[in-house]
Every structure is written in structure tokens, then in C-alpha cells.
């Protein structure tokens, strides 16, 4: 160190600026490369959207046709030319999906079907399966 002013035998110093917060942890990786510098690379999407689930109404001999028209006007929310043309379908191929929809939620509708079903003592069945 140089030379100090005349009366002065140390230099004391403070800090004078106020802290600066931690950084936040960013989205991206931080890489090191040859050079010594930080490259931040974009990490590859990782979420996948939900798997999701249909509902598929099964056909019998007992269920009447009004019945299962009604059904699924009520829980799968379709107005009622095209609950027929669903029923009809499930009366023809023995099979047909009411409406897809998250896990949880396909899972509460075949339940509000069977109990609806089970009340009415009609044998009608349906299923929830993964699309794909
Ligand atoms: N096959 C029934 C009948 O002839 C009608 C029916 C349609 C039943 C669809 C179930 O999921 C069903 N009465």
C-alpha cells in the first residue's frame, strides 16, 4: 500500500451498499464450457399433459332405450339428439363413449351411471378406460 495521509496510521473500511439478495435458482441448467463462462441450456420439457380417461357405455337387453338416453343427457351433459344417437350406437355396436375426461373425474360419472342404473334396477354398465 502507498503512502497514508499525514495523521493517519490504517484505513478502515465499511461496507456502504446494502446487501444484494441471493439469486433465485433459474429454470435453466447452468452448463460450463471450455471458455470458463456459464451457458444456460434450456432443460427439455418434462411435463406431460394427463393421461385421460373415456367413458364407454356397454350395451344389454334389459336397459330401456329412454332410460339410457336420459343418462347420459343428465351426467354426460349432451342434449338429447345427440344422447340418441349415442344410445343408438351402443345399441348397434354394443358399445360407445359418453365423454373423455381427466382420471378422477371419468371415475365419479361411471359411478353416478351405475348407481343410477342400480336404483332403476336396470342392468346397464359402463366403463372407464385410457384413450390410446
Ligand atoms: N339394447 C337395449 C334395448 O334394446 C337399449 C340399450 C342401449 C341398453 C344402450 C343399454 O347402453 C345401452 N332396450
Redesign the pocket.
Known amino acids: 500500500m502507498g503512502a497514508l495521509p499525514m495523521g493517519v496510521d490504517r484505513m478502515v473500511f465499511m461496507a456502504s451498499k446494502t446487501p444484494i439478495p441471493a439469486p433465485v435458482a433459474p429454470k435453466v441448467r447452468p452448463k460450463d464450457d471450455d471458455g470458463g463462462s456459464v451457458v444456460l441450456e434450456r432443460r427439455t420439457q418434462k411435463t406431460k399433459p394427463p393421461q385421460m380417461y373415456q367413458v364407454v ?9 329412454e332410460f ?1 338416453v336420459v343418462v347420459i343427457q343428465e351426467f354426460f351433459n349432451k342434449d338429447r339428439e345427440t344422447a340418441t344417437q349415442i ?1 343408438l350406437k ?2 348397434l355396436d354394443g358399445r360407445g363413449v359418453c365423454g373423455i375426461y381427466s382420471r378422477d373425474v371419468a371415475a365419479t360419472k361411471v359411478e353416478q351411471v351405475q348407481q343410477a342404473a342400480r336404483e332403476a334396477g336396470h342392468p ?1 354398465q359402463c366403463v372407464s378406460e385410457p384413450v390410446e
Open positions: 357405455m356397454l350395451n344389454d337387453d334389459y336397459t330401456p332405450m339410457v344410445m351402443i345399441h346397464l
